[in-house]
Antibody, heavy 122, light 111 residues
Framework: QVQLVESGGGVVQPGRSLRLSCAAS????????MHWVRQAPGKGLEWVAV????????YYADSVKGRFTISRDNSKNTLYLQMNSLRAEDTAVYYC???????????????WGQGTMVTVSS | QSVLTQPPSVSGAPGQRVTISCTGS?????????VHWYQQLPGTAPKLLIY???NRPSGVPDRFSGSKSGTSASLAITGLQAEDEADYYC???????????FGGGTKLTVL
């Protein structure tokens, strides 16, 4: 079945780095653009970053621009989020989500992973 | 403060109808970008509920419907059931921010 499974979360000190992974299965990963979305404890959803199907285009929320890098390895069916210079306010559950169609701007996030928790604390 | 504004909470008795509003602006909903709705049951990941303003993915009951007009959108749930108790989020694209935006979320309580 179509599935996304995140991993790599954990507790990290402020200023340190962490890399999240999102393993895709059950669909042709290389033909879909992908997002990262996060949710701070008790808060709403916040879009983080998006990458096109071939990795050629990447966009970021202002809150993470310059610190986070989204990437993908289509040969491994895996999406990544490299998070550097982490701050307390980056503490959240991080979800990867698939773009439903080919129009990245308007298409919905149709498949979501279960999420991985990142806690930034000293 | 979210770019898309939703009421923090709504409630209704079983069998009743409730609506959840999502108010945006001329740079997102009013610019013609589609609105999508997600349901997040307690302790779980969000799930796509309505896409393209008023379309249901396979498996979503027809008790759920969406609409869009001007700079706003709405989610309607008829025949409320206990299992509908969840958080609901609207989502669109914002051209001023050059990014994807969510509403702050609405907690639905079934009385």
């Amino acid at each position: 079945q179509v599935q996304l499974v995140e991993s790599g979360g954990g507790v990290v000190q402020p200023g340190r780095s962490l890399r999240l992974s999102c393993a895709a299965s059950g669909f042709t990963f290389s033909t879909y653009s992908m997002h990262w979305v996060r949710q701070a404890p008790g808060k709403g959803l916040e879009w983080v970053a998006v990458i096109s199907y071939d990795g050629s285009n990447k966009y970021y929320a202002d809150s993470v621009k310059g610190r986070f890098t989204i990437s993908r390895d289509n040969s491994k069916n895996t999406l990544y989020l490299q998070m550097n210079s982490l701050r307390a306010e980056d503490t959240a559950v991080y979800y990867c989500a698939r773009v439903a169609g080919i129009v990245v701007v308007t298409d919905a996030f149709d498949i979501w992973g279960q999420g991985t928790m990142v806690t930034v604390s000293s | 403060q979210s770019v898309l504004t939703q009421p923090p909470s709504v409630s209704g008795a079983p069998g009743q109808r409730v609506t959840i509003s999502c108010t945006g602006s001329s740079s997102n909903i009013g610019a013609g970008y589609d609105v999508h709705w997600y349901q997040q049951l307690p302790g779980t990941a969000p799930k796509l509920l309505i896409y393209g303003n008023n379309n249901r993915p396979s498996g979503v009951p027809d008790r759920f419907s969406g609409s869009k007009s001007g700079t706003s959108a709405s989610l309607a749930i008829t025949g409320l059931q206990a299992e509908d108790e969840a958080d609901y989020y609207c989502q669109s694209y914002d051209s001023s921010l050059s990014g994807w935006v969510f509403g702050g979320g609405t907690k639905l309580t079934v009385l």
